[in-house]
């Protein structure tokens, strides 16, 4: 690993610096979250649309095979099957669907990376797993959706949680400010865990997303967003096709 760059949100990311590189998705509560669990309940695929009149449009193209999810202001949107919450996706209801998909933030930061080389979707959920194949990328781009154009603690800490895996094995990557910052918060945090057995979610809940999670009664989906390694799909990105399925 030579080179690890962080930015906290798709508007701080440059002209061009993503061009041909492999990039890594990050939209903790709850897009790459949600993805990671509907992929590992067996959807085909995921498309993610940025806006709902697209979304509603390729649900007509795609027919009976295809389910729409998503959100808007953290809530479901009105005629959609599910809204963006982890644990409305189970085998029993998207397993060989096809997922048109759409959210306020996270589906807006997969746009940035359309000239990537590669894209994959990174959550706490599937942080070892991610960070298994991106172990011979020789960089790697690091985006956080954030929430409404504000940086957010959840994806900052996912993004320490990978540079800190991504560097574990020694050597002098080169990282931006960003990434050393995330470094830095992340080992913070893990600092405390051990200290004070503070669990992820706890401190999750502080964070400005999470509190607008709470409000709505969706506090359940920060739990889960927060559990490390649970699942080992990896969300991919085919920017060509514009779909999502699990990396090989």
């Not at 027919?63 to 599910?82: H, N, Q, T, V, W």
Request: glycine share 8%.
């Amino acid at each position: 690993m030579q080179t690890i760059n962080a930015h906290f949100l798709p508007e701080l990311v440059e002209d061009g610096q993503l061009t041909g590189k492999p990039v890594v998705v990050i939209d903790v509560l709850r897009a790459t979250t949600t993805i990671v669990y509907a992929l590992a309940a067996g959807a085909h695929c995921v498309v993610p649309c940025v806006d709902v009149d697209e979304a509603r449009q390729m649900r007509k193209e795609f027919g009976d095979e295809a389910r729409l999810g998503g959100e808007r202001g953290g809530k479901r949107i009105d005629g959609f099957d599910f809204g963006n919450s982890p644990i409305e996706y189970t085998e029993a209801t998207i397993k060989d669907k096809t997922l048109i998909f759409t959210t306020t933030n996270g589906t807006q930061a997969m746009k940035t990376a359309a000239r990537a080389r590669r894209v994959l979707l990174a959550a706490f959920v599937n942080l070892s797993a991610v960070c298994d194949q991106l172990a011979l990328e020789e960089s790697v781009e690091i985006v956080c959706a954030g929430t409404n154009r504000q940086i957010t603690r959840e994806d900052v800490l996912l993004a320490g949680a990978i540079t800190e895996q991504l560097t574990r094995d020694g050597g002098c990557p080169q990282l931006n400010d960003q990434a050393t910052i995330a470094l830095d918060s992340w080992s913070r945090f893990s600092r405390e865990l051990a200290e004070n057995k503070v669990p992820l979610h706890e401190t999750l809940r502080n964070s400005g997303g999470a509190r607008n999670l709470i409000e709505i009664g969706l506090e359940r989906d920060i739990e889960i967003a927060a559990q490390l390694d649970k699942l080992e799909v990896v969300p991919e990105l085919d920017v060509a096709r514009w779909r999502i399925t699990s990396a090989a």
